[in-house]
């Protein structure tokens, strides 16, 4: 199956929507998959692909590094859409011209098609999205100008032979009227996509593989109640329920009721054979007076391993370790990762500590909104599948200064009495991630006739794509209104709430 599998290969030249080209394919239901521009005509023979996308790049093609491509890929006779730099780029190695144009074209620019199949059903003239400086003017043999703007001559062309396609404009961002509907036509006009990708297909072929490689076997996962691990332990119950175990490891740092609805869950519900270890005490005790944010995530992570170290000896010797790995985690980790800002806890230790042959990772190939849909089809309940990001060391990321039992009961309550309130407000939908965190700061404040002295709570509100940059969520005032009212009305040692109105950068969405 996964050798045959429909594919479409996007040969990555370093834009900043390879990832969304990759994914706009797969939601025209074929597979996707990025490779980079080094990619040898052998491995693409081998991936076998209906069709290749060239994306666009930083780089212009004159620039002494400019990325390019081995040039028999252009000969494979397996259907080329070219887009931006990879247009200019594929032009070139066609015998075409490159030129640096007096203006360049930026943002929405008209354009105008000509009869061809990859505009069939597209009206003759709209709006695309363009960002470009240098331009095709000169085509080589075979090729033919197929639509144009004011300023550029060439801004698409054909070469119906050789099955050779380009387009100057980015038709797959969303300012590109019919832009989706001209990639649509590439896939299943000239490529002759059949469309098989879809996640119900997706889990039955994955349970008939893990069927057969499970049999009589063990697998162990680390869930965390996160959406990755739990459609992971969900896919593996569903195709092989004697061989799966799963450790939850409870840190004492978990949110209101997230135990319970895991047990719920899992336990109950999919029956998996699932330990919940209560590790809470060592937690907390090894986080005692530590008031520094990167130790508290070291100590978190240290221990971490240890307790699932511990639950692994018990264990034993298992055929396979499962991991909820999915596709950006294998692709961006191709490319030089930025500077550490925080060290991120995840359970990437874990092979050291776990005796076992192979690692299994059933998710790898998909995207998170692909993952949320298989955790759909296996019946998660949305409100796992459909989860916000919670960060791997939980609220001891979210108590500033000393970690306590007191001050985590605190957060615990403010935080859900939060959370439900933006669920009321309708907006959990709205908002990517949004959660309470406790300051180390008291203050004076009044209750009744009374003087007190206590905890301010901070709410956050985050609208990101990536978690690489977020805004800050304008909740309405009188949303806001209800929140902070409900919290120092139910939550004892609050008497103050404050709301963060900063953005990534410059802070990080996390306080710690
Ligand atoms: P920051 O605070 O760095 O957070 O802007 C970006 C996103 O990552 C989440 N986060 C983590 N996720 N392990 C995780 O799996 C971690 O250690 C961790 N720290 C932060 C954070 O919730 C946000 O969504």
């Keep these: 199956f996964m050798a045959n599998r429909e594919t479409i290969v996007v040969v990555d030249f370093g834009g900043q929507y390879s990832q969304l080209i990759a994914r706009r394919v797969r939601d025209m239901n074929v597979y996707s998959e ?47 859409f070219a887009i931006c730099y990879g247009m200019q780029l594929t032009a070139q190695l066609m015998g075409g011209k490159v030129s640096t144009a007096k203006v360049g074209e930026y943002g929405k620019v008209e354009i105008e098609y ?45 070469n119906d032979e050789k099955n050779i ?39 039955n072929n994955q349970v008939a593989i893990l ?3 499970l049999q009589n076997k063990k697998v162990l996962l680390a869930l965390s109640g996160g959406v990755d691990s739990s459609v992971c332990a969900a896919l593996i119950q569903k195709a092989c329920p004697e061989a799966l175990t799963c450790v939850f490891v409870d840190h004492g740092l978990l949110r209101k009721y997230e135990r319970e609805e895991v047990e719920k869950v899992f336990k109950e519900q999919f029956k998996i054979n699932l330990i919940t270890v209560d590790a809470s005490e060592t937690f907390l005790r090894k986080l005692k007076n530590v008031t520094d944010p990167e130790k508290k995530r070291k100590i978190i992570g240290k221990q971490f391993i240890k307790v699932f ?27 030089g990762k930025s500077q550490v800002i925080k060290s991120h806890h995840n359970v990437g230790g874990l092979p050291s500590v776990v005796d076992f042959e192979e690692i299994i990772e059933p998710l790898r190939d998909l995207y998170k909104d692909e993952v949320r849909k298989v955790g759909f089809e296996l019946g998660l309940p949305e409100k796992m599948v459909m989860r916000q990001p919670f960060p791997g060391p939980g609220l001891g990321v979210r108590v500033i200064g000393k970690i306590t039992k007191d001050k985590l009961d605190i957060l615990r309550d403010a935080d859900f009495a939060f959370r439900d309130e933006i669920d009321k407000a309708g907006l959990s939908k709205e908002i990517w991630q949004y959660f309470a965190v406790i300051t180390d700061m008291r203050s004076v404040g009044v209750m009744g006739d009374e003087r007190t002295y206590d905890y301010t709570i901070a709410l956050r509100a985050v609208n990101s794509i990536d978690a690489m940059t977020a805004d800050w969520y304008k909740i309405p005032h009188e949303v806001l209104d209800k929140c902070s009212a409900r919290i120092v009305n139910e939550v004892k040692h609050v008497n103050r709430v404050v709301y963060d109105i900063t953005s990534k950068p410059p802070a990080t969405i996390e306080w710690e």
């Design 309 to 335: 170290e511990k639950e692994a000896k018990k264990i034993g010797k298992v055929d396979f370790l499962a991991q909820g790995t999915i596709y950006p985690d294998v692709v961006e980790s191709g490319i």
């Design 165 to 203: 396609f380009g387009l100057q404009f980015h038709p797959e961002v969303v300012h590109s009227e019919q832009g989706l509907d001209i990639m649509k036509n590439f896939v299943y006009n000239i490529c002759k996509a059949k469309g098989e990708w879809n996640m119900s297909s997706f889990v």
């Design 211 to 213: 069927k057969e490689k």
């Design 34 to 80: 990025l490779v980079p521009n080094t990619v040898s005509v052998e491995k693409i023979k081998e991936i076998n692909p209906i069709g290749i996308i060239f994306t666009g790049g930083p780089l212009s093609t004159f620039d002494d590094c400019a990325l390019s491509i081995d040039k028999e890929i252009l000969n494979l006779n397996i259907p080329i």
């Design 114 to 158: 000509e009869e061809h199949p990859l505009f069939k059903g597209i009206k003759k003239k709209g709006q695309v999205w363009m960002s470009h400086h240098d331009s095709v003017t000169k085509l080589g043999k075979g090729f033919k100008a197929i639509a144009k703007t004011k300023d550029t001559a060439i801004a698409a062309y054909a």
